[in-house]
T-cell receptor, first 114, second 114 residues
């Protein structure tokens, strides 16, 4: 157990639907990062939050949004889902906003859009 | 730009040494990392090296960094079947948007033959 908790582990939904992925960072970590892992795109950085504020944005689609709450857990919202959104979504956390000593990853949420 | 490249596949015999290579493009990289991903699991940080170091050894793992050539390698001594996994190289540094997000390579799948 890495200390980063992601729920749910698996999600199957239909095109056009909206889902919410949840992440609880490791105790004491203030940064949360979201990554998408697909077979053809590898690990793509989506977004980072640090202590409730957006810190960095990557290749995140406009249909996707995220937030970090006062208790530091984070949610990634995916809407108007398409088949191509099927992927593993990872959350990671680090103590500071620079992740110098590396991120701690959760076990991921596998999203299947049918 | 920021790019990290790795070879896709490596096959070794149990007991041999494995060497996984990685090249990166960002001159401002400050930390470089090796992560391991086993099937169905998240990414596990194996080791990291600061950019002003040439080498780091941690039990069976040896990391070599050639900053001039922007080349990073991971050597696993006495490779075991349990080492079979995907290995990701990643680097961090100040990005153009002032963030420090990690950029990952596409991963090298290591297969250890008995």
């Amino acid at each position: 157990d890495s200390g980063v908790t992601q729920t749910p582990k698996h999600l199957i939904t239909a095109t056009g639907q909206r889902v919410t992925l949840r992440c609880s960072p490791r105790s004491g970590d203030l940064s949360v990062y979201w990554y998408q892992q697909s077979l053809d795109q590898g690990l793509q950085f989506l977004i980072q939050y640090y202590n409730g504020e957006e810190r960095a944005k990557g290749n995140i689609l406009e249909r996707f949004s995220a937030q970090q709450f006062p208790d530091l857990h984070s949610e990634l919202n995916l809407s108007s889902l398409e088949l191509g959104d099927s992927a593993l979504y990872f959350c990671a956390s680090s103590a500071g906003d620079r992740g110098g000593y590396g991120y701690t990853f959760g076990s991921g949420t596998r999203l299947t859009v049918v | 730009g920021e790019d990290v490249e790795q070879s896709l596949f490596l096959s070794v015999r149990e007991g041999d040494s494995s060497v996984i290579n990685c090249t990166y493009t960002d001159s401002s990289s400050t930390y470089l990392y090796w992560y391991k991903q086993e099937p169905g699991a998240g990414l596990q940080l194996l080791t990291y090296i600061f950019s002003n170091m040439d080498m780091k050894q941690d039990q069976r793992l040896t990391v070599l960094l050639n900053k001039k050539d922007k080349h990073l390698s991971l050597r696993i001594a006495d490779t075991q079947t349990g080492d079979s996994a995907i290995y990701f190289c990643a680097e961090s540094g100040v990005r153009m948007d002032s963030s420090y997000k990690l950029i990952f390579g596409s991963g090298t799948r290591l297969l250890v033959r008995p």
